[in-house]
């Protein structure tokens, strides 16, 4: 994987990690379903409107579309609103990464080498740190509706890789127009009409909702998404996935700093674990060929002085 596609993967983790912030600030003013269905419905109406659809498979365009967009975020609005803390929930979600590289390896037989198992190791040993010195600060329910949501992620992982979009913004956008009416359905049924019309009084919580709102949609699905999807187009599945194991070391310093959410001894290490994991299991070495194999160049044989200059005959 190049630097530069390296660069792009943890751009895309930093995007992530302060969308957590953007999701926290909407949840205040608007119940989970109905946040998501208006996050992907604002994507989703232009995008039928002027994108034309991307020249892929559509069960990859469906898997995509329900397993990013519809189930990742689901279980995920679901379990912040549901008492999970918004740091601990960047963190949970990047279970997604060994869901993918599981999937990728079980279902779709991709190779999975001696280094990224390491590096994944490591990385999952930090989030396990991480998580061990969170426990106490969320209750086992909402933890596993998160743990659910980053199953959703992984099936995306696999499904836009599988794709291979020959544009990858268009296969974002066009994953939108999946979720907006299963959250709407399921907003209507659960939340009820009087919650959903009582989300849109204006109110000292509407103008942080709506700019988180506008975040993690030109941001976090916009921005973010089409970067990630463009990685995943290009590399393994397994290769690019673990990047996301980034993404709770930003959402649990910016918890930090923004929410008063605390960062222990035992957090800082889980980071760092997580950090080092990432960057060895993404790092590949170049191919050396040992130098007594080298082959040295083969020197043309010299022509004879008396025909060097004669025509060939044949």
């Known amino acids: 994987m190049p630097i530069s596609h390296r660069l792009l993967a943890v751009s895309v983790a930093v995007m992530w990690g302060l969308n957590f912030i953007a999701i926290h600030a909407s949840l205040e003013q608007f119940p989970p379903f109905l946040l998501a269905a208006l996050r992907f419905a604002v994507i989703a109406v232009p995008t039928i409107l002027l994108v034309p659809r991307p020249r892929v498979p559509v069960r990859w365009l469906l898997g995509y579309g329900i397993g990013f967009g519809t189930l990742q975020f689901l279980f995920l609005y679901w379990g912040m609103a549901a008492g999970m803390p918004t740091g601990l929930a960047s963190l949970v979600l990047q279970s997604s990464a060994p869901f993918t590289v599981l999937l990728g390896a079980t279902v779709f037989r991709e190779r999975v080498s001696a280094r990224q198992v390491v590096g994944l190791s490591v990385a999952t040993l930090g989030l396990a740190v991480v998580g061990w010195s ?53 907003s209507l049924v659960i939340e009820g009409p009087d919650a959903i019309a009582g989300s849109f009084v204006p109110g000292p919580a509407m103008g942080p909702a709506l700019l988180g709102l506008a975040y993690t949609v030109l941001i976090g699905t916009l921005a973010g998404s089409g970067v990630w999807t463009w990685l995943m187009a290009r590399h393994p599945a397994g290769v690019v996935a673990p990047f996301s194991m980034l993404v709770p070391v930003v959402g649990l310093s910016t918890s930090a700093v923004l929410l008063g959410e605390q960062i222990g001894v035992w957090t800082a290490t889980g980071a760092a674990l997580v950090i080092a994991g990432v960057l060895w299991g993404a790092r590949r070495k170049a191919p050396r060929t040992p130098e007594h194999l080298t082959p040295s160049p083969t020197p043309t044989p010299a022509l004879p002085r008396s025909t060097a200059g004669a025509p060939r005959t044949g």
Do not use: Y
Request: aromatic share 10%; net charge positive; charged share 5%.
């Open 134 to 186: 969170q426990a106490q600060a969320a209750a086992f329910g909402p933890f596993l509706l998160v743990l659910a949501g980053g199953f959703g992620w992984a099936i995306g992982n696999v499904s836009s890789a599988r794709a291979k979009a020959p544009n990858p913004l268009h296969l974002t956008l066009w994953m939108s127009v999946v979720p907006p009416i299963p959250m709407l359905a399921l």
